[in-house]
């Protein structure tokens, strides 16, 4: 199952991170959780040297109920009862 996706595609840096001197591209998509209380990240980093793609349930609740289902990718994850 697939959730909506609640917040459109972003990139984020940290702040204690000087930005000025690096290049980062990360993409970040939120999408509802289940319950409605929490919600499910989807990340991908592409900062140059360096690429890493993970999806996360965000709620307590859920967690328990739910994991994911990555066999597709991490763009393509599904959650499944457990």
């Known amino acids: 199952m697939r959730t ?3 917040e459109k595609p972003s990139s984020r840096s940290p702040k204690d991170i000087d930005i000025d001197n690096m290049c980062s591209d990360v993409e970040v ?4 959780c289940p319950c409605g209380k ?3 990240v989807e990340e991908h980093d592409y900062t140059p040297g360096f690429r ?3 999806v996360n349930i965000l709620c307590n609740s859920c967690s328990k109920k739910y994991t994911l ?3 597709k990718g991490v763009r ?3 959650l499944i009862e457990k």
């Open 38 to 40: 929490g919600k499910i």
């Open 4 to 6: 909506k996706l609640i």
């Open 29 to 32: 998509l939120e999408y509802e």
């Open 76 to 78: 393509n994850w599904e």
């Open 69 to 71: 289902d990555l066999k």
């Open 52 to 54: 890493e793609h993970d």
